[in-house]
Nanobody
Framework: VQLVESGGGSVQAGGSLRLSCAVS????????MAWFRQTPGTEREAIAG???????YWDDSVEARFTISRDNNKNTLYLQMSRLKLEDTATYYC?????????????????WGQGTQVTVS
């Protein structure tokens, strides 16, 4: 199973980007898919997750600006990011947990994407 991310890039402050994370195996349906982000020298932190209960935002700074969604038909997770700020600059990772609800605990996730860079200037 691979998680293939796309959609990162450079954008001016106030702009928007949409990240995608596609699950390579059609038969693998994770119970939770989530987005994390990381800046150099810091730990990877959870932003938002999507499971059977719907969406959860763990980072208060993004809740009003980012929208997480999931297309089960395409087995793809999205993160629509709007009104981007300088502090949103990071490498963004998607993660999949095979069983159980979404969590901020990194060790509970079974698969990770390769990361996609988002740079806000």
């Amino acid at each position: 199973v691979q998680l293939v991310e796309s959609g990162g890039g450079s954008v001016q402050a106030g702009g928007s980007l949409r990240l995608s994370c596609a699950v390579s195996a059609a038969t693998y349906i994770p119970s939770c898919m989530a987005w994390f982000r990381q800046t150099p020298g810091t730990e990877r932190e959870a932003i938002a997750g999507f499971d059977s209960a719907g969406s959860t935002y763990w980072d208060d700074s993004v809740e009003a600006r980012f929208t997480i969604s999931r297309d089960n038909n395409k087995n793809t997770l999205y993160l629509q990011m709007s009104r981007l700020k300088l502090e949103d600059t990071a490498t963004y990772y998607c993660a999949a947990r095979s069983r159980g609800p979404c969590s901020v605990v990194r060790g509970l996730y079974n698969y990770w994407g390769q990361g996609t860079q988002v740079t806000v200037s």
